[in-house]
């Protein structure tokens, strides 16, 4: 079955052909560029390229971010009540995080850091320096 697009696709492949335009001596004979991410399923990569190009992330791409902020905030929090608000806010991206993609998120190198702001927070706490 031929549709409109692929009838104007075809016609203005064939207008290119014609007027040289896909004649690119800097591509010939050179393996097509790498894929940014191979992870995401090929029916959405045009959708997640036009997000891309119109400013926005994936929701996925986006979380991880917050999740970035949000450390790099608790590391430069001197205040124990704040840093205690924030781990609850790291706790509930990461949260939303694992129910975005369907299982955990490989995140164990944040779980060591975190680890050790609790401690240092819950030794506070008990008025130990």
């Known amino acids: ?16 052909i014609r007027e040289g335009s896909l004649d690119a001596p800097s591509w010939k004979g050179k393996p097509l560029p790498a894929e940014k991410n191979p992870f995401i399923p090929d029916d959405l990569k045009m959708a997640y390229k036009i997000l891309k190009n119109a ?4 929701p996925e ?3 991880r971010k917050d999740i970035h902020n949000l450390e790099e905030l ?3 929090t001197d205040d ?6 924030q781990i609850k806010k790291l706790n509930f991206l990461v949260m939303k995080l694992n129910t975005m993609r369907n299982g955990p ?4 190198i944040r779980e060591n850091y975190y680890e050790k702001v609790v ?4 030794t506070k706490a008990k008025g130990e320096v």
């Open 80 to 85: 124990e009540h704040l840093k205690v608000k």
């Open 1 to 16: 079955m031929i549709t409109a697009m692929n009838l104007i696709a075809e016609r203005r492949i064939s207008q290119a």
């Open 61 to 63: 791409v986006e979380t």
């Open 74 to 76: 608790i590391k430069s």
């Open 55 to 58: 400013g926005y992330l994936p």
């Open 105 to 108: 998120v490989n995140l164990e």
């Open 119 to 122: 401690d240092r927070i819950s």
